[in-house]
């Protein structure tokens, strides 16, 4: 059973407009959540992470948002660039009891010139 | 470097055959993690290291997989008679913190392995 959902494979957007990446899941106990950017035949880059004491996260660019309450992140790219074209991650963690890392199926992301 | 190398980057191997995959972590970093990665799927967890213990092996999907971190430093996932399902791309993350204070993962490129 998925715990974390990604349910837009694929996202295009125009240089300089917002991307917004979406992600769900299902388990109340997720207490620490992270975004990945993946380009291929690399490994997954860490972009940015939240914990579950907050509702807001930026760094540059990119921020992230959680809502607890619909059990629901995104992530806000602003402004786009082409560089940012890439297949991106969510995943989550219940980071104060487990070990394990849930990854959503990821979101590929075109940014068009 | 100063990042997480894994090696081989590919392996073709023949059904029922072992294999052996090697990840060096980050220098210092505790947590190491092992991912099986389908295509189109993201990363799915297969394996905890917290410095030389298996803490978590629950991702291991049969008894034929096998890891260890005898060092607590570079660790070793080998798979036994291969099966064309263990077909997928193999990786290795490590951090500096352990549960409850994570930091941040840190992903090698990836094994990719493809049995035939």
């Known amino acids: 059973d998925q715990q974390v959902k990604q349910n837009s494979p694929s996202l295009s957007v125009q240089e300089g407009r917002i991307s917004i990446l979406n992600c769900d899941y299902t388990n109340s106990m997720f207490d620490y959540f992270l975004w990945y950017k993946k380009y291929p035949a690399e490994g997954p880059t860490f972009l940015i992470s939240i914990s579950s004491i907050k509702d807001k996260n930026e760094d540059g660019r990119f921020t992230v948002f959680l809502n607890k309450s619909a059990k629901h992140l995104s992530l806000h790219i602003v402004p786009s660039q082409p560089g940012d074209s890439a297949v991106y991650f969510c995943?989550?963690?219940?980071?104060?009891?487990?070990?394990?890392?849930?990854f959503g199926t990821g979101t590929s992301l075109t940014v068009i010139p | 470097g100063a990042g997480v190398s894994q090696s081989p980057r590919y392996k073709v191997a023949k059904r029922g055959q072992d294999v052996a995959l090697r990840c060096d972590p980050i220098s210092g970093h505790v947590s190491l993690f092992w991912y099986q990665q389908a295509l189109g799927q993201g990363p799915e967890f297969l394996t905890y290291f917290q410095n030389e213990a298996q803490l978590d092996k629950s991702g291991l999907p049969s008894d034929r997989f096998f890891a260890e971190r005898p060092e607590g430093s570079v660790s070793t996932l080998k798979i036994q008679r291969t099966q064309q399902e263990d077909s997928a791309v193999y990786l290795c993350?490590?951090?500096?913190?352990?549960?409850?204070?994570?930091?941040?993962?840190?992903f090698g490129p990836g094994t990719r392995l493809t049995v035939t």
């Open positions: 995943a989550a963690s219940a980071g104060g009891t487990g070990n394990q890392f849930y």
């Open positions: 993350a490590s951090s500096f913190g352990v549960a409850g204070n994570w930091g941040e993962q840190y």
